[in-house]
């Protein structure tokens, strides 16, 4: 499978954190300029300055809560690939449910078996979507060109 060719785990952690940390200062920033935009005094100046200072002020701290997030799964992953011995999607399933865990650990048992099942599920479901589309593209290219003299096509 294409997922488990990456890097090696030391490293992976670190290439991990920082694809987070950019997908959070992307999405993040998006999300804050629409909403500076939107939150801002009516004219467009100010309302530029409103977007510009709400990324500004909030797509680093988004960004750096995705790291530790994705620092924290990959850290787990890599912790129990060395631990089971092989990587499969159950790594990446409990990896999930434990980072929810340890993420809602200040908030009590109670959130973190919350985030625990809500991570674990979340990452089922990544898994299982990416488990059917490699199927799905392997079934195509197992079938090939159709053969000579042998057409789809009806000929009158």
């Not at 060719?5 to 950019?22: L, Y």
């Not at 004219?43 to 002020?57: D, E, P, Y």
């Not at 790291?67 to 890599?78: E, H, K, N």
Request: glycine share 16%; proline share 6%; hydrophobic share 40%.
């Amino acid at each position: 499978m294409e997922e488990y060719a990456r890097e090696p785990c030391p490293w992976r952690i670190v290439d991990d954190c920082g694809g987070a940390f950019t997908m959070g200062v992307i999405g993040g920033g998006v999300f804050q300029a629409i909403k500076g935009f939107r939150n801002a005094p009516v004219g467009i100046r100010h309302r530029m300055r409103g977007s510009v200072n709400a990324v500004r002020i909030r797509a680093p701290q988004i960004g750096g809560s995705f790291a530790v997030w994705g620092g924290l799964f990959s850290t787990i992953d890599c912790g129990l690939v060395r631990l089971r011995g092989k990587e499969d999607p159950w790594n990446s399933i409990t990896s999930g449910a434990l980072t929810g865990a340890v993420l809602a650990a200040r908030s009590g048992p109670l959130a973190m078996v919350g985030s625990a099942m809500m991570g674990g599920i979340l990452l089922a479901l990544i898994e299982g979507v990416g488990i059917l589309l490699t199927r799905y593209t392997a079934q195509q290219f197992r079938n090939g060109p159709p053969r000579p003299g042998r057409s789809c096509v009806a000929h009158g």
